[in-house]
């Protein structure tokens, strides 16, 4: 532990706020905002895919009309972009499994004798 370097020390939620608003983030409702962080972590909301809503990088600093409140709004909207591909997923999923099962029976039979790959064990 005595070689730990650490590079991003510790900050409350009201010091990453702080952080959001000295580079240009407006934030409306500092309790909501916190209640935010603490739900889905700053890394979440704010390292996410936000070029269109900055002036520059290194250090970030964001457009004049860019609010805490589109950072989440853009969390949720990938939260349910990722269900809806999720769920996508497992249907096609669930296709796959039924097409494999009815060929494998046309094909090769079904063994559910003991011993049989049907067979629980």
């Known amino acids: 532990m005595g070689n730990l370097k650490i590079d991003k020390p510790f900050k409350s939620y009201d010091e990453q706020l702080d952080i959001l608003e000295s580079r240009g983030l407006f934030v409306p409702d500092r309790a909501m905002a916190i209640h935010a962080l603490n739900t889905y972590s700053y890394y979440d909301i704010v390292n996410g895919n936000l070029d269109q809503l900055l002036l520059r990088r290194h250090p970030d600093f964001f457009k004049s009309e860019v609010s805490f409140n589109d ?36 094909n090769f039979g079904v063994d559910s004798n003991p011993g049989g790959y049907l067979d629980l064990l």
């Not at 989440?72 to 972009?81: A, K, T, V």
């Open 71 to 106: 950072l989440i709004q853009i969390r949720f909207l990938e939260d349910e972009l990722k269900a809806l591909f999720l769920q996508q997923i497992l249907n096609i999923e669930k296709f796959f499994k039924t097409k494999l099962s009815y060929y494998v029976a046309k």
